[in-house]
């Protein structure tokens, strides 16, 4: 060591020590001498969890080629020029160009995925446009740098010389939320102050639009624990659709031709797919990426790092071919490489933060001696605990159903970012059980797709190959959680270890030094984010709020306190699982089988993960495997029944005391009889009903993806509306109540928003016209009025309960990429 290393080891000072579990749950204030006093102190029990929810969305906008912007950007693009200008002369084939005419072209549907809009500036109020001035600005807190650069991609002038506004759609609903608040005189101040403090929870994720929970939501027993969570975020997509009619009538979009839409969908669109198949990388970040108007001081500098996602994801994919090669999976040169652009962003789920109050006390009091230090090794090794159940989340809870075609099984595609994320063992264990699934052999000899799709085409016709139909797919096509490596594991407790696996992962050309950690449950950390807790991140597309999502944060947050107990009681610690990467690959295996809909998975025989093992003792039907000497075949339903029958056995006492019993009985139903219960079959069931199939198989894969879009874009949104309608009737009904109790305030919103009619009576007379989409402006714009006052109620109902409950109340996170 040279003197200058020596003289900066030496300023550094020696590394905190690390504590120990024990001065971890100590300082934490758990204490484990008896069941009731360990119910009332252990994190995430009783009523110590809130939540909240993100939301990703697809947009899109309906009408003809020549008055959507999508389609008029690539029409007017210096890429289609010069492609059109190199064909003429030679330069280039026409093949591309024809490609890229004929997607503008064939489109009969007339909907276009992740349009902007364009509307002229005139048709802005005052509120709107100083929203929209403001968000234009370089840094809105140094108004003096002048505007972004890009400004002119937002405020253009047409031909006639009139000044258009030009915005994504995530974008369109903070301008409508704008608009709203000052389109009447003499609104309630409740109403416009909620309403502009609402704006800041309409952003863009890297491609789609996303919403964050409006408040903090307590999650209580008596309420229905998840239940509160469901409510909230249905009444939040309620107030979206609400807010996306009324930029359509208030801005005129209809009469140019245009119709903007947001709902829940959770693959990349296909036509997105197909589009991105022949044009550049760069030309496919202008289209799609987030311009980061909204959520952001520096918004350019913001779209700069979402460009760096896209590259770097891209490139990602693309290392990930040298891989399967180092797996043995691609034995020859023969590979269809991925394309240089990546639709992963593309995908939207949902995300499920917990937050625990008691850990978030401890750690904003100065004299509880609990630190980050404690905070990390409990919080690890809990996620460590909580990422062995979930499986039963993937198809029980959300799905995204999937077609792959025959031609679609190249392993370089159908494997999408898992060479990141499971070791080679399991990598080839998985794609092994993945072909024979899908019945990909002939004469018993495996057969996989050539490439060229002249030769796969007749050969799958021939031999009546149809490819498989995967019931999470979302979960392969988006990097989920990334593999820790041998030097720096991602949950072993210590501090910086997350910096570490980044910094790894960049040098491997995985992800990037300033990308956030894909993780399937990512620690929210005090000190960065105001509260304790973990953040969900494995969840698709809910078929409904309050039967799936509500039911999901149940088990989310019973699964946490869960992990807890078993720390505080000395049953697991980070000794049990192992941190080294195989150990680690070898519990995600089953999460990512489960989304493929695998039979089975195998585990070694002496694995080092007690915690496992314990767990496979309850585990019925297990044998030795005859193709892996060593290993134990076990049946991914099997698995999955044995980790009800743990909670149950050892977690009665939270089950109890969240009153979570029909959350275990509806769980159980979920598994036992997946096609009628479980949001896979749910979902699949109404899919199919789009095309008059009974299974999937028995369409073309894109005969079924193109129905599964259209499934969600008409049929599963309008589902969505009718239950956050229900879940706002049954609002308006409690205010009416106690509006008769004297209460001025609420007497004076109900008066200048349903006429004095009655809220609940105003909502179900225009209630058929609304899901006919057809209302009136005024009348439109009344109910968006409504929906912001229960929100601003809710806030004070949750707020006087944290308040009334003494505990450290912090801010609703916001989740933003990276």
């Not at 009731?36 to 906008?61: I, W, Y």
């Not at 010389?161 to 608040?181: C, F």
């Not at 490819?467 to 096509?477: E, H, I, S, W």
């Not at 080092?608 to 585990?619: D, M, Y």
């Amino acid at each position: 060591m040279d003197s200058e290393a020596r003289l900066i080891k030496f300023q550094e000072g020696p590394p905190p020590r690390q504590p120990t579990l024990a001065e971890a749950l100590k300082r934490a204030g758990i204490d484990p001498r008896d069941s009731d006093r360990l119910l009332m102190t252990l994190p995430f029990a009783g009523e110590d969890a809130t939540a909240g929810s993100e939301t990703e969305l697809q947009a899109a906008v309906c009408g003809d080629r020549h008055r959507v912007d999508l389609p008029l950007a690539i029409e007017s693009s210096r890429y289609m020029t010069n492609l059109l200008k190199r064909a003429r002369s030679g330069d280039s084939p026409g093949q591309l160009a024809g490609e890229l005419e004929r997607f503008l072209a064939d489109n009969p549907q007339g909907v276009w995925e992740n349009s902007y809009v364009r509307f002229p500036f005139r048709l802005l109020n005052a509120e709107a446009r100083q929203v929209f001035q403001a968000d234009l600005l370089a840094d809105k807190r140094s108004p003096e740098r002048g505007r972004r650069s890009d400004a002119g991609r937002f405020l253009i002038e047409v031909a006639d010389g009139e000044a258009q506004v030009r915005v994504p759609v995530s974008y369109l609903l903070k301008l409508a939320m704008a608009d709203v608040i000052a389109a009447r005189p003499g609104l309630p101040e409740s109403i416009v102050a909620t309403g502009r403090s609402l704006m800041g929870h309409y952003l863009n994720d890297n491609t789609s639009p996303e919403t964050h929970s409006f408040h903090v939501v307590p999650m209580r027993p008596d309420a229905g624990m998840g239940k509160a969570l469901a409510r909230e975020t249905a009444k939040r997509h309620l107030l979206t659709e609400l807010l996306i009619r009324y930029a359509n009538r208030r801005f005129e979009l209809g009469e140019s031709g245009q119709q903007a839409r947001v709902y829940f969908a959770p693959h990349p669109p296909q036509r997105q797919r197909a589009l991105n198949a022949i044009i550049p990388d760069s030309f496919y970040r202008e289209l799609f990426m987030s311009p980061c108007l909204a959520g952001w001081d520096e918004g350019e500098k913001k779209h700069h790092y979402m460009h760096l996602c896209h590259q770097t994801l891209s490139r990602s994919q693309i290392n990930a071919v040298a891989k399967l090669r180092e797996a043995g999976i691609i034995a020859n040169n023969l590979v269809v490489l991925p394309t240089l652009s990546n639709t992963s962003l593309a995908n939207n789920g949902v995300h499920v933060s917990l937050g625990s109050r008691r850990l978030t006390s401890r750690l904003a009091a100065p004299g509880s001696g609990f630190h980050a230090g404690h905070e990390k090794i409990l919080g690890d090794l809990a996620i460590k605990i909580a990422e062995h159940f979930l499986p039963l989340f993937v198809g029980s809870y959300t799905a995204a159903p999937y077609r792959l075609d025959f031609k679609d099984f190249h392993p370089e595609r159908a494997l999408g970012f898992l060479p990141h994320q499971l070791d080679y063992t399991h990598l080839r264990m998985l794609w092994r059980r993945w072909r024979k699934k899908a019945r990909l052999s002939v004469c018993g000899q495996t057969l996989t797709p050539f490439g060229p799709e002249w030769i796969d085409r007749p050969v799958s016709r021939m031999f009546g190959l149809r490819g498989d139909f995967v019931p999470d797919f979302r979960l392969l096509d988006y990097p989920i959680c990334f593999l820790s490596t041998d030097r720096s594991p991602a949950f072993d407790g210590r501090l910086g270890n997350h910096d570490q696996l980044r910094e790894d992962l960049a040098e491997m050309g995985v992800t990037d030094r300033q990308m956030s950690l894909y993780l399937f449950l990512k620690p929210r950390e005090f000190a960065t984010m105001g509260f304790s807790g973990v953040e969900g991140r494995h969840y698709s597309l809910f078929e409904q709020f309050g039967r799936d999502l509500g039911y999901a944060t149940s088990l989310q947050t019973l699964i946490m306190a869960f992990a807890y107990q078993l720390i505080a009681t000395g049953v697991v610690s980070h000794g049990d699982i192992p941190d080294d990467p195989v150990t680690e690959s070898e519990r995600r295996q089953i999460f990512f089988g489960t989304a493929v809909d695998l039979p089975t998975f195998f585990v070694r025989a002496d694995t080092p993960n007690r915690f496992l093992r314990q767990i496979l003792g309850r585990t019925c039907q297990t044998r030795t495997s005859h193709r892996y000497a060593g290993y134990l075949r076990i049946h991914h339903s099997e698995y999955r029944q044995a980790l009800v029958r743990l909670l149950k056995d050892q977690a009665t006492g939270l089950i109890e005391a969240l009153r979570l019993d029909t959350m275990i009985d509806d769980l159980k139903l979920r598994l036992e009889l997946p096609a009628e219960c479980s949001v896979a079959g749910r979902l699949t069931r109404g899919i199919l009903g789009e095309v008059n199939a009974s299974h999937p198989l028995q369409v073309s894969a894109p005969e079924f993806n193109q129905a599964a879009e259209r499934y969600y874009r008409e049929t599963l949104a309008r589902q969505h509306l009718v239950e956050g309608l229900e879940y706002l009737e049954r609002d308006l009904q409690r205010l009416d109540e106690v509006a008769h109790l004297d209460d001025p305030s609420i007497r004076g919103a109900l008066a200048s928003t349903s006429g004095g009619q009655g809220a609940a009576a105003f909502l179900r007379r225009i209630k058929a016209d609304l899901l006919a989409d057809r209302l009136e402006t005024g009348v439109l714009l009344r109910l968006i009025h409504l929906v912001i006052f229960t929100t601003h109620r809710d806030r004070l109902r949750a707020d006087s309960f944290l308040d009334k409950t003494h505990a450290h109340n912090y801010p609703t996170p916001v989740y933003r990429a990276g």
